[in-house]
């Protein structure tokens, strides 16, 4: 079964750091996703993409969050200036088209420190 | 946002033993629904997909009921290996498509 890729699998930063999350979606996928869950909590949205752009994103998603797909290939997720309660992992997730199931990557863990 | 929710347990049961998750999601116009199955610390992965006429997958069965807004997941003949966290999955339609998680439901089973 195709793959989505992430890396690196675990990603330790000091606060207030960047820090770029990587994805390769699967290759004929439309949608992108990034989710995140903090350790015992539930997956929560973070950003949708579609068509090279942002189509919808959540509170969390606010300034210090940025997404790019810069080659057409890896799907990225910026932080910019990480705090403490970034620590979580983050998920990137693809789907071929509305109403079909989510492949996910085996997620970055985060933690900031 | 669109609400899914999930009663997070955790089930504690024996092997062997039946046992049945409800979610229910505020959305009425939603049109897709998933059962997903998280491992500690690891990715969600699909269980199943969660059909308007119910559907069955070996031990597992899923069932939708649109008018009162749920759908739930049935285990038959629980095995260790079924310890796990299950997660509800919620597709609303509209131009933004957003895949809605519940906060998942924490299965034992013990020996």
């Known amino acids: 079964e195709p793959e989505v890729t992430q890396t690196p699998s675990h990603q330790v930063t000091q606060m207030g750091q960047e820090v770029i999350l990587r994805c390769v979606p699967i290759?004929?996928?439309?949608?992108f996703y990034w989710y995140r869950q903090i350790l015992g909590q539930k997956v929560e949205f973070l950003v949708s993409?579609?068509?090279?752009?942002?189509?919808?994103k959540s509170e969390i998603f606010d300034d210090q969050f940025s997404v790019e797909r810069p080659d057409g290939s890896n799907f990225t997720l910026k932080i910019r200036s990480t705090k403490l309660e970034d620590s979580a992992m983050y998920f990137c997730?693809?789907?071929?088209?509305?109403?079909?199931?989510?492949?996910f990557g085996s997620g970055t863990q985060l933690s900031v420190l | 946002r669109k609400e899914v929710e999930q009663d997070p347990g955790p089930f504690n049961v024996p092997e062997g033993a039946t046992v049945a998750f409800n979610c229910t999601y505020s959305?009425?116009?939603?049109?897709?629904f998933f059962w997903y199955r998280q491992d500690c610390r690891k990715e969600p992965k699909l269980l199943m997909s969660?059909?308007?006429s119910g559907n069955e997958d070996g031990r597992f069965t899923a069932q939708l009921n649109r008018a009162s807004q749920y759908i739930s997941l049935l285990i038959r003949d629980s095995k260790l290996s079924d310890s796990a966290t299950y997660l509800c999955?919620?597709?609303?339609?509209?131009?933004?498509?957003?895949?809605?998680f519940g906060r998942g439901t924490s299965l034992i089973v013990h020996p």
């Open positions: 993409f579609y068509n090279n752009e942002i189509s919808e």
């Open positions: 969660v059909y308007s």
């Open positions: 997730a693809t789907i071929t088209g509305v109403n079909e199931k989510l492949f």
């Open positions: 290759s004929n996928h439309l949608y």
């Open positions: 959305n009425s116009a939603s049109q897709s």
């Open positions: 999955v919620v597709n609303d339609p509209g131009g933004s498509y957003i895949p809605t």
